[in-house]
T-cell receptor, first 114, second 109 residues
Framework: DSGVTQTPKHLITATGQRVTLRCSPRSGDLSVYWYQQSLDQGLQFLIQYYNGEERAKGNILERFSAQQFPDLHSELNLSSLELGDSALYFC?????????????FGPGTRLTVL | GQNIDQPTEMTATEGAIVQINCTYQTSGFNGLFWYQQHAGEAPTFLSYNVLDGLEEKGRFSSFLSRSKGYSYLLLKELQMKDSASYLCAVNNAGNMLTFGGGTRLMVKP
């Protein structure tokens, strides 16, 4: 158990819908990262927040957005869902946003878009 | 751009030694990570290299050559539970982790 929690574990929804994925980092961690893992593309970095502010952005679609709240939990919002958005979404956290940061991954949310 | 290459699959025998290679070309380099991921589960941290050389941690060792853009993960005394995917990830100049596609290792009795 990494100490990072994610809810829900599974989510099944239809195309065109909007969903929110939630992540609580390890106690004391200020950085939160979101990743998407689909079968054909491996683990893709989406976005990072540090202490409430966006710190780095990867290949995140405009239909996706995220935020980190004052209590440091984070939410990833996915809208206008398409079949190709079906994937495992991981959240990770680290103590700071420094270079050698080990990232601790949560158990993931499996999203299925029908 | 970012490019990280690893073999897609490898097979080895229980008790043996296996080396998983990773080559990378990234814009900036702030260290290289290896993660283990069992199917459907979260990646878990194995090692971090930022300087050239070998880092040893129990049955697992990781090597880095920055001039060659090359790393490997060495697993000794293989056990059945080592069957998993092994992900190489580079921390680039923007402090983002870019992952390779992963190497699926199958350990056979």
């Amino acid at each position: 158990d990494s100490g990072v929690t994610q809810t829900p574990k599974h989510l099944i929804t239809a195309t065109g819908q909007r969903v929110t994925l939630r992540c609580s980092p390890r106690s004391g961690d200020l950085s939160v990262y979101w990743y998407q893992q689909s079968l054909d593309q491996g683990l893709q970095f989406l976005i990072q927040y540090y202490n409430g502010e966006e710190r780095a952005k990867g290949n995140i679609l405009e239909r996706f957005s995220a935020q980190q709240f004052p209590d440091l939990h984070s939410e990833l919002n996915l809208s206008s869902l398409e079949l190709g958005d079906s994937a495992l979404y991981f959240c990770a956290s680290s103590r700071t946003s420094g270079r050698s940061n080990e990232q601790f991954f949560g158990p993931g949310t499996r999203l299925t878009v029908l | 751009g970012q490019n990280i290459d690893q073999p897609t699959e490898m097979t080895a025998t229980e008790g043996a030694i296996v080396q998983i290679n990773c080559t990378y070309q990234t814009s900036g380099f702030n260290g290289l990570f290896w993660y283990q991921q069992h199917a459907g589960e979260a990646p878990t941290f194995l090692s971090y290299n930022v300087l050239d050389g070998l880092e040893e941690k129990g049955r697992f060792s990781s090597f880095l050559s920055r001039s060659k853009g090359y790393s490997y993960l060495l697993l000794k005394e293989l056990q059945m539970k080592d069957s998993a995917s092994y992900l190489c990830a580079v921390n680039n100049a923007g402090n983002m982790l870019t992952f390779g596609g992963g190497t699926r290792l199958m350990v056979k009795p």
